[in-house]
């Protein structure tokens, strides 16, 4: 079974994955035979089923979200500190979404001393840790 979220084959040249992942890469090709063999697919959209459709006919669309009759009877840790974290998760196929919102974490920073920002991160090229120090 495979989960993409992600158009696999039309990597955004700015993004490094497109070094790799590009038409008629063995990358792609590699996508592409593990798309057969799978015995089914899991997609966020019916954009990527309709995509995905020529190498795997079994293919269910669960789109992203939260469930929040599982999510609101969770048992809330309890809090350490009285800051407000704001967090951020994502690959390399999401680093210009980090990219974006970049420019407005150091104000946020400056202005609000009771914030903090997490971030749990695949890959990250060396510009945007650059561009982001606190990242480092």
């Given at each position: 079974?495979?989960?993409?979220?992600?158009?696999?084959?039309?990597?955004?040249?700015?993004?490094?994955?497109?070094?790799?992942?590009?038409?008629?890469?063995?990358?792609?090709?590699?996508?592409?035979?593990?798309?057969?063999?799978?015995?089914?697919?899991?997609?966020?959209?019916?954009?990527?089923?309709?995509l995905y459709s020529?190498?795997?006919?079994?293919?269910?669309?669960?789109?992203?979200?939260?469930?929040?009759?599982?999510?609101?009877?969770?048992?809330?840790?309890?809090?350490?500190?009285?800051?407000?974290?704001?967090g951020w998760s994502?690959?390399?196929?999401?680093?210009?979404?980090?990219?974006?919102?970049?420019?407005?974490i150091p104000p946020?920073?400056?202005?609000?001393?009771?914030?903090?920002?997490?971030?749990?991160?695949?890959?990250?090229?060396?510009?945007?840790?650059?561009?982001?120090?606190?990242?480092?």
């Amino acid at each position: 079974l495979i989960e993409l979220d992600d158009d696999a084959f039309n990597v955004n040249p700015e993004n490094e994955g497109s070094k790799v992942f590009y038409p008629g890469s063995d990358m792609a090709d590699m996508v592409k035979d593990q798309l057969e063999f799978a015995s089914g697919m899991i997609v966020s959209t019916e954009y990527l089923k309709r995509l995905y459709s020529s190498y795997n006919p079994y293919i269910e669309v669960i789109p992203n979200g939260i469930d929040f009759e599982i999510w609101d009877k969770l048992k809330k840790p309890e809090k350490k500190s009285r800051k407000i974290r704001i967090g951020w998760s994502g690959g390399a196929a999401h680093e210009e979404d980090l990219k974006i919102i970049s420019k407005v974490i150091p104000p946020i920073l400056t202005k609000y001393d009771n914030v903090e920002f997490m971030f749990f991160v695949f890959f990250l090229t060396g510009q945007l840790t650059r561009e982001l120090p606190l990242l480092e």
